[in-house]
């Protein structure tokens, strides 16, 4: 498996743990398309929140290696952007740490 | 702040819980003020909101009203006293709307202010019945607001002027503003209930595509903002009187979310509008 399926991995399974928490009407949909950063979000404040932790978790247990999503404003500000951006960016991000 | 249809009967029981205690902090208006000043008195400032809201009408004298959201029933007295409005407030409070009809029953003013539970996202009010529709804060609260436009439409009279105020987003939030502010909206949501604020582009295309015209917008944050350290003062100062009502914690929560909205407010991300709208008299 290469790293950017990894990757992909890891965020559909913190999507995963996190749609567990959610009641059913509020789940985010399991697809690398589903909106996460701009004002077409499907998640709130607060399920975006546990979404982050999620994912930096997921990627810790993947890559032995703790990123701090929450601080990376150059993706965070985005005006819009999918699952498959935050996973592009992380993609990247592990490649800057030679993972 | 953003918000789920199912929440909406959460919301009424909010505000069944927080009744008493909010009086001794907002005074007997549950909403901002207009501040001429900001060491203007928190009451005439409330009492401002409601001229300035009036002038965009303007309101004729002896209309008719349906007040939503309507509180403990404030505005639609001074509408009565002020222009012999004859108003229908409604609530999905039931507290809210015992105490309203409790102050037109002391006031000798149950013939012409009347007051029920009653969800406008979910209503039997005839069409074509109001000549003003007056929503004073309680937008931000209804996760339709497509619907609630289409519904103030309908239950206008020809030529019936919507008049509403409430806060706004004036940009919209990046996912780093919510993921860094996340503790400060849900705060908020604590306090005031869940919320989902809009922009006034959106209230402008909700209001257009409902079929009303002649809309019109002002922002008046900066004569909002004053209220958040009046209510401040109102907790310190009546703080063992708002715990007894409240508990302690709904009292931090309450001073915390004063701070938070001031902050969220001077930082361009939350701001206070006005609107005003007309139903064509063709309709």
């Known amino acids: 498996m290469t790293r950017r399926e990894q990757v992909n991995e890891a965020i559909l399974a913190a999507v995963d743990v996190l749609n567990e928490r959610l009641p059913e009407d509020e789940r ?21 929140v546990e979404l982050v932790i999620e994912i930096e978790m997921a990627i810790r247990d993947r890559f032995d290696v703790n990123l701090n999503l929450a ?28 993972k | ?75 639609a007295q001074i509408l009565h006293e002020s222009l012999q409005c004859r108003v229908t407030g409604i609530s999905i409070s039931q507290r ?13 003013l149950s013939g012409v202010l009347n007051f029920e539970v009653v969800d406008i996202l979910n209503n039997r009010i005839p069409s074509d019945t109001y000549d003003i529709a007056w929503v004073m804060e309680s937008s931000h609260l209804m996760p339709d607001k ?18 509403l105020c409430d806060m706004v987003r004036r940009r919209d939030l990046t996912a780093f503003d919510l993921i860094q502010r996340a503790d400060q909206f849900a705060a908020i949501d604590r306090t005031f209930g869940k919320a989902k604020t809009e922009s006034p582009t959106f209230y402008r295309e909700a209001l257009q595509s409902a079929g009303f015209g002649a809309i019109e917008f002002r922002d008046i944050t900066e004569q909002a903002v004053p209220t958040l350290a009046a209510w401040r003062r109102n907790l310190e100062a ?10 302690e914690p709904r009292m931090r929560d309450y001073r915390d979310s004063c701070d938070h909205l001031e902050d969220l407010m001077q930082s361009g991300i939350l701001g206070y509008g006005l609107f005003g709208a007309a139903k064509p008299l063709s309709a």
């Open chain 1, 28 to 48: 985010v949909a399991r697809d690398l398309g589903t909106e996460v950063l701009g004002p077409s979000r499907s998640v709130d404040s607060l399920g975006l």
């Open chain 1, 71 to 98: 601080n990376e404003s150059a993706l965070l500000t985005r005006p819009e952007g999918t699952i498959e951006t935050v996973a592009n960016y992380i993609d990247g991000m592990l490649e800057n740490l030679g």
């Open chain 2, 1 to 75: 702040m953003d918000y789920d249809r199912k929440s909406l009967s959460e919301v009424g029981s909010h505000y069944d819980s927080i009744t008493d205690g909010w009086r001794l902090i907002l005074g007997n208006n549950f909403h901002f003020g207009y501040f001429e000043r900001p060491e203007q008195d928190l009451d005439s400032a409330t009492r401002n909101l409601i001229i300035e809201l009036e002038k965009l009408g303007p309101v004729p004298p002896g209309s008719s009203v349906l007040d939503v959201g309507c509180g403990i029933g404030e505005p």
């Open chain 2, 96 to 108: 809210g709307i015992e105490l309203a009809r409790q102050m037109a029953h002391r006031k000798g």
């Open chain 2, 146 to 163: 497509l619907h609630l436009t289409r519904e103030l439409f309908r239950i206008l009279k020809p030529d019936g002027k919507l008049l």
């Open chain 2, 238 to 247: 009546r703080r063992d009187e708002v715990i007894a009502r409240l508990s």
